[in-house]
């Protein structure tokens, strides 16, 4: 069980603009089925069915009170907290039609968002002593960059940057563009003194460029394990060594142990495999 504070997660207008449009796209003019039923009060538990970091209540709730202002959700679990499978998460007592109308798009989000925070809590274990923190990219489902970036910091990542436009990030293309990493990276400071400056780096010669100027993190693109010991040895701690790409969670910690300081790994929040829940009308089991 984590015992940490949870992060704080992306500010409500943007959890509302997320929930209201995964609504609308799942009940169009109205819930045919829900309409059916008999709209009386009733009760539901949500079922973790297996081991997970559980992530996006926020997400989950606001699901359940746009349909219901009136419905009252008891969670038993805190956001971030490690779960065994078989945990009931929370209960919710509410009107049958609203429960199940918005039991979709509720679990939706919840296991989406678990299911990174499960898969970066599994990374972060796996370097865990080796003093290298483990981040995210870009690589998001669209429309919910901040939802996963949020999921990220659950399972006790770091967020890399959000954009394009709070950090410069130079890659092999732009330094080709720019004629250079020396002239990229004074193009760079000129124009954005007081962005984050992260440049990648093909050799031991690119490195040395890099150290001799001004940036915030280098990032090691496609080094052996003998080149990324050697640019260990060379930074000497005076920049962050980033390592990004071919790094899973069987390579991850041998890539640590190297000495790097990050490691970002895509696959926290494009490779997502969603948590097994499930919400059941009725009183929790005994």
């Known amino acids: 069980m984590s015992t940490a504070a949870a992060p704080l997660p992306p500010p409500e207008a943007v959890i509302l603009d997320d929930v209201r449009r995964a609504?609308?796209?799942?009940?169009?003019?109205?819930?045919?089925?829900?309409?059916?039923?008999?709209d009386n009060a009733d009760a539901a538990?949500?079922?973790?069915?297996?081991?997970?970091?559980?992530?996006?209540?926020?997400?989950f709730d606001a699901c359940h009170q746009l349909l219901d202002p009136e419905v009252a959700i008891d969670w038993r679990v805190s956001e971030g907290q490690r779960v065994a499978a078989g945990t009931v998460l929370a209960t919710l007592q509410g009107r049958s039609r609203t429960l199940v109308s918005a039991e979709r798009t509720s679990l939706n989000f919840l296991q989406t968002l678990s299911g990174a925070a499960t898969t970066t809590a599994a990374y972060v274990d796996a370097v865990r002593g080796t003093g290298t923190r483990i981040l995210d990219t870009r690589k998001t489902i669209p429309g919910l960059r901040l939802a996963?970036?949020?999921?990220?910091?659950?399972?006790?990542?770091?967020?890399?940057?959000?954009?394009?436009?709070?950090?410069?990030?130079?890659?092999?293309?732009?330094?080709?563009a720019a004629g250079g990493i020396a002239a990229a990276m004074r193009a760079a400071r000129a124009l954005h003194p007081d962005l984050p400056l992260v440049v990648e780096v093909e050799s031991l010669d690119e490195l040395r460029q890099a150290l001799s100027l001004d940036c915030t993190r280098i990032m090691l693109d496609d080094f052996s394990p003998e080149l990324r010991r050697e640019a260990v040895r060379i930074a000497a701690g005076r920049v962050p060594l980033e390592v990004s790409g071919m790094v899973d969670l069987s390579t991850v910690r041998a890539v640590a142990e190297d000495g790097v300081d990050c490691i970002s790994i895509g696959a926290l929040t494009k490779h997502v495999q969603a948590v097994d829940l499930s919400l059941k009308l009725g009183p929790p089991p005994a």
């Open 148 to 176: 996963l970036k949020y999921a990220v910091r659950c399972g006790g990542g770091d967020n890399h940057r959000i954009g394009l436009f709070d950090m410069v990030m130079l890659k092999e293309n732009h330094v080709r």
């Open 23 to 38: 609504l609308a796209e799942d009940l169009g003019p109205g819930d045919v089925t829900a309409a059916l039923l008999p």
């Open 45 to 59: 538990y949500l079922l973790c069915k297996q081991e997970a970091v559980i992530c996006g209540r926020p997400w």
